[in-house]
């Protein structure tokens, strides 16, 4: 039973119903639950809801779209038309944004999408998710492209959901990151996880490695050190997994820490990564930096990318933030031809533990 906990809406009501905007953000937070619990009720049916497969229609990505991706997407899309509290929307699975038109009404902000990520793995019944990111709308008239190209930083709240065993969804609104379990019988989201905090530290790495021979020497030399353990510069052992979703990478870092990766590569020179910026990176990245985490490409802090294109791609490596700073640091390093060894800021000298 829920009763006393603290269901989504009251948090939203608690803590940001009384700031700019805040009631009607609180509002859209939750539109964009019931987005959730609508999509996780369709894939939890599984075959059983006849939305297996795979379409013969292709989005704007280059990738077969399968019918949850459609399903998904149009439950965003009527979500945000109905409810008034989005002038524009842009999707991965959509070529352009499309701002709200009458008779629906628009509203103070822009919402920018995943409907649902990592869906290659959905007739495997691996777990999947929805990415979500808000920024605001401009004050007057029809949202035009320009207008959804903010950097991460001017995100008002982003979030994900995740469809495992159980459903998920995981905000922030800039003053922490707060995890929500769907109650599926009461159909309410409770507050399970306040204040997430991504572990410093972390022994574990997730990445692609049959792309290794497309990395670059820094991402190389990182993997390369962990794979060694014990017997290499680390001294001690690391473990790997990569699931291919990334919510469900994402999550499991906000759970217990480690290292996610989709960097830079040479196996498509025309893509700087895989990842998109505006709806997997951007959200990502916040919700990670509220829990104490890092995201970057290697180079750039991701929430400080001014965007060029919607559909743009950028490099990502995010969680705890010991590592994601060394291989920030081990780009810096190759980028400036020196190849010093590692020193952990914990050590070196303005560090805590100076010798
Ligand atoms: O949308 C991208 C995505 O499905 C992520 O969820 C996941 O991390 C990645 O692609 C997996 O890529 P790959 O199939 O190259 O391992």
């Known amino acids: 039973m829920h009763l006393g906990r603290t269901t989504l809406s009251k948090f939203l009501i608690e803590n940001i119903s009384g700031t700019q905007d805040g009631a009607a953000l609180a509002a859209l937070l939750v539109d964009v639950a019931a987005a959730v619990k609508a999509i996780s009720a369709l894939s939890a049916k599984g075959a059983l809801g006849g939305a297996t497969g795979t379409l013969d229609t292709i989005n704007v990505q280059g990738e077969t779209q399968k019918p949850l991706d459609v399903l998904s997407n149009t439950a965003f899309v009527n979500t945000f038309q109905l409810g008034g509290l989005v002038a524009g929307v842009a999707s991965e699975e959509m070529d352009d944004p499309f701002p709200i038109q009458p008779p629906h009404t628009r509203g103070p902000f822009l919402a920018i999408f995943d409907p649902l990520d990592g869906s290659s793995n959905i007739d495997s019944n691996v777990s999947v998710g929805s990415i979500f990111s808000i920024l605001r709308a401009p004050e007057t008239g029809e949202p035009v492209l320009q207008d959804y190209l903010q950097p991460g930083v001017k995100q008002v709240a982003a979030g994900y959901s995740v469809y495992g065993p159980a459903t998920l969804m ?186």
């Not at 499991?252 to 990842?275: A, E, H, N, Q």
């Not at 802090?301 to 950028?314: A, M």
Request: charged share 25%; net charge neutral; glycine share 10%.
């Open 170 to 355: 995981v905000i922030t609104v800039g003053n922490g990151t707060h995890g929500f379990t769907l109650d599926r019988e009461v159909g309410n989201f409770i507050l399970t996880h306040p204040n997430m905090q991504i572990p410093a530290d972390t022994n574990e790495f997730a990445i692609n490695t049959s792309n290794e021979r497309f990395w670059e020497p820094p991402v190389t030399r990182y993997i390369g050190e962990c794979k060694a353990g014990k017997t290499g510069p680390r001294e001690r052992d690391f473990n790997m997994r990569w699931i291919a979703s990334m919510v469900a990478e994402v999550h499991r870092i906000m759970m217990r820490g480690g290292i996610f990766m989709y960097p830079r590569d040479t196996k498509d020179v025309s893509k700087p990564g895989r990842l998109r910026l505006m709806y997997e990176a951007n959200p990502m990245g916040f919700i990670v930096e509220q829990a104490g985490g890092r995201a970057s490409t290697g180079r750039e802090r991701i929430l400080d990318i001014q965007p060029d294109l919607i559909h743009q791609r950028v490099p990502v490596i995010l969680g705890s933030r010991n590592e994601v700073d060394r291989v920030v640091h081990y780009h810096a390093q190759y980028d400036a031809g020196s190849d010093q060894p590692y020193e952990s800021p914990l050590f070196n000298e303005r560090g805590l533990y100076r010798p």
